[in-house]
């Protein structure tokens, strides 16, 4: 595989994680910096080790992975999603026109992110099993691919910082039906 290819391939394994990134940055604009930075971080690891993972595995545990990799990303991101579209219409009702209380921030937890990054990093187990039989240079693309989904995010929270100020509260509500978005793409596929 080329350097343009991996490239190429490397982008259109991050565009979740970057539509989950600008999501995030919806619901969690009062994290600090340094807390915002965990998510390009777990998301490229994880779109590092997944390629890795899926050219290991290579065989059985390959295919009833990635028989069932839709269902999983669909109930990880809906269940998540669906709790966001819920948070932010509470929010909405309850605190109309109210300065934020820090009581009501969310917290940003680390198990969660864990979920997030498994969930839009699954596509590239199989990407993993796909070049085990290309017998491409698997360190070298995955290592490609991780710094392509770290840098995409680091553009996503930029995006998702400007965005979540300026749409509020309705922010964390949009946030949920990209994920629920997301997932129903991955379990129509």
Do not use: W
Request: with cysteine; glycine share 10%.
């Amino acid at each position: 595989m080329s350097t343009l290819e991996i490239s190429i391939l490397g982008l259109a394994l991050a565009t979740d994680a970057f539509s989950v990134t600008i999501s995030n940055s919806f619901l969690y604009q009062h994290e600090s910096r340094g807390r915002m930075m965990l998510m390009p971080t777990f998301f490229g690891i994880f779109q590092f080790a997944m390629p890795l993972a899926g050219y290991v595995a290579g065989g059985l545990a390959a295919q009833i992975i990635e028989q069932y990799a839709d269902i999983v990303t669909f109930l990880i991101l809906g269940f998540i999603g669906g709790n966001m579209v819920y948070s932010g219409y509470m929010a909405l009702r309850d605190n109309a026109d109210n300065e934020e209380d820090q009581t009501g921030r969310k917290a940003f937890t680390i198990p969660v992110l864990i979920l997030q990054a498994i969930a839009t990093a699954i596509d590239a187990f199989a990407v993993g099993v796909s070049f085990r039989a290309q017998t491409a240079n698997i360190l070298g693309a995955s290592c490609a691919i991780g710094l392509i989904t770290f840098a995409v995010c680091l553009v996503a929270l930029f995006i998702g910082k400007k965005l979540g100020s300026i749409l509020g509260d309705r922010a964390e509500m949009i946030g949920g039906f990209v994920l629920i978005a997301i997932g129903l793409k991955a379990l129509l596929q």
